[in-house]
């Protein structure tokens, strides 16, 4: 590391949380965020002393070439997921007590809307240059002029791709309502799952709900979304036949909202997100790909 009267090691380093906010809206996973992280401090240690003190807002400058890393590597995802057995889902985050006991406390995202499962899922939807120009100006507040520099496109182009990104997600996302509500709503599903009465599942369900699972390829799931929800309802009595009494569903919070967490013989197999309109489920995300639930404490 370089010595001298440039920003010093603490001024840097704090910006890690701030940068881990940015992966992870951008790329949806904490281990491809922990990457760039990463790679942005080896470039501005690859500096000379120097020329780090030439940088004005060192910041800026760490969230500039984070934003750039995560364009490449958003254009390169694509590709990886035509390889990804089944569906691929962001991966879930627990609420801030529930973090494994290796997780930095700097590493810890910070909760709000902008990192909601259904969110996250509409994002993943848009184009890389869409995700980036939305994310810095509508969440990080980065005025157009500076986006533009990042992407590579004018103000005017970034300013209409982050308009596109913004109607993607009218037209995608449910209204919000109270969380107590869906707690409650959640609550509900819980007991009619574990008592399997379809009657009482289908009537939390949206007829035109979705079920999605993501395995991996590392856990046994549904490779295809299951559509409806009267389809969904027997599915889930039957996951619960099947799975005995050898699981307990605990309500819990994943991404900010209330869900719930399977765990099989005292391991965690499972965290199931919800998108909630009004009083009824209109979209299940079941994350049991193991590799995406490490930042889970263990009970």
């Not at 030439?54 to 984070?66: D, K, R, Y």
């Not at 013989?265 to 309109?277: H, K, N, Y």
Request: charge should be neutral; proline fraction near 5%; charged fraction near 20%.
């Amino acid at each position: 590391m370089t010595t001298g009267a440039g920003p010093g090691l603490s001024t840097i380093m704090s910006e890690r949380r701030q940068l881990m906010n940015l992966g992870y809206r951008l790329l949806g996973s904490l281990a491809d965020a922990e990457d760039v992280v990463q790679e942005t401090y080896a470039r501005w240690y690859a500096m000379t002393a120097r020329e780090q003190q030439a940088i004005e807002s060192p910041g800026a400058w760490l969230m500039t070439v984070a934003s750039r890393i995560c364009l490449n590597l958003l254009g390169s995802a694509r590709a990886r997921r035509e390889t990804y057995v089944g569906d691929w889902i962001p991966e879930p985050l627990p609420e801030p007590g529930q973090w494994s006991a290796g997780a930095d406390p700097a590493d810890r995202v910070t909760l709000d809307e902008s990192v909601t499962m259904a969110f996250l899922v509409v994002l993943d939807a848009m184009t890389p240059a869409e995700r980036v120009a939305f994310v810095l100006h509508d969440v990080f507040r980065y005025p157009f002029g500076e986006v533009a520099e990042i992407v590579g496109r004018t103000p005017a182009a970034c300013r209409q791709l982050a308009s596109s990104a913004r109607r993607r997600i009218r037209t995608a996302q449910a209204p919000a309502g109270p969380s107590a509500g869906q707690a409650a709503v959640v609550r509900r599903f819980r007991t009619a799952w574990a008592a399997r009465d379809i009657d009482a599942l289908v009537g939390l369900l949206d007829p035109d709900a979705t079920a999605t699972a993501d395995g991996g390829g590392l856990a046994v799931t549904h490779l295809h979304p299951i559509v409806g929800g009267e389809r969904i309802a027997h599915a889930y009595a039957e996951i619960a036949r099947v799975s005995g009494d050898r699981t307990t569903f605990l309500e819990c919070t994943v991404n900010g909202l209330p869900g719930l967490s399977a765990w099989q013989d005292g391991a965690l197999a499972t965290v199931f997100a919800f998108e909630i309109a009004g009083d009824r489920i209109r979209r299940i995300w079941a994350v049991r790909n193991p590799e995406k639930l490490r930042s889970w404490r263990v009970r």
